[in-house]
């Protein structure tokens, strides 16, 4: 079974400082991996996905994202976070050959606590 | 279009009770999903709509649960007698037709069941 991995439960960096969240997954094919922000109260905004192509991927807010086959990784980062970026960011995958579902696999996700 | 909406935004009810959320996806959106959030957990799918046909349930959706999608519009998620185990976060989320499109979610419902 496909499986996500989000290593960090909490993150604290300071504001205007670089960002670097951690995301593996365990699956027998390259599945379809997002990224996916959650504030307090509020439901998911998907960030950026990737499906295939280029490995870098760019997304909303400043975000983007590295897709690394070798680390079954696809790590979010941002170059300097603002105080507004604090919430929890999940990733997830889907199956590539659900032509139609997008039924997600989550992360238990990371909460980014920004300090100023 | 004000996006998905979710109703009630928040629900407390005693063990045993039976509870009914609403989800009203984006009008053009013929895709519906239902996931459910425990805290410190991502998400969990529940069950998936095309149209009004419910075409994959996970094992998490038990036989007190039952979710429709009768005119292929809204989607209703029934929990009956509910269990402590039962509060969480119920999200909806919907798509629109094609590869992959993506899926946009409500704020959710939170049950509490006391």
């Known amino acids: 079974a496909q499986s996500v991995t989000q290593p960090d439960i909490h993150i604290t960096v300071s504001e205007g400082a670089s960002l670097e969240l951690r995301c593996n997954y365990s699956?027998?094919?390259?599945?379809?991996l997002f990224w996916y922000v959650q504030s307090p109260g509020q439901g998911l905004q998907l960030l950026l996905k990737y499906f295939s192509g280029d490995t870098l991927v760019q997304g909303i807010k400043g975000f983007e994202a590295e897709f690394k086959r070798s680390q079954s990784s696809f790590n979010l980062r941002k170059p300097s976070v603002h105080w507004s970026d604090a919430a929890e960011y999940f990733c997830?995958?889907?199956?590539?050959?659900?032509?139609?579902?997008?039924?997600?696999?989550f992360g238990t996700g990371t909460r980014l606590t920004i300090i100023p | 279009d004000t996006g998905v909406s979710q109703d009630p935004r928040h629900k407390i009810t005693k063990r045993g009770q039976n509870v009914t959320f609403r989800c009203d996806p984006i009008?053009?959106?013929?895709?519906l999903y239902w996931y459910r959030q425990t805290l410190g957990q991502g998400p969990e799918f529940l069950t998936y709509f095309q149209n009004e046909a419910q075409l994959e349930k996970s094992r998490l959706l038990s036989d007190r649960f039952s979710a429709e999608r009768p005119k292929g519009s809204f989607s209703t998620l029934e929990i009956q007698r509910t269990e402590q185990g039962d509060s969480a976060m119920y999200l909806c989320?919907?798509?629109?037709?094609?590869?992959?499109?993506?899926?946009?979610f409500g704020q959710g419902t939170r049950l509490t069941v006391v």
């Open positions: 997830a995958v889907a199956h590539p050959i659900n032509f139609g579902n997008e039924k997600l696999t």
């Open positions: 699956y027998g094919a390259t599945p379809y």
């Open positions: 009008s053009e959106h013929n895709r």
């Open positions: 989320a919907s798509s629109e037709p094609g590869d992959y499109t993506e899926a946009f």
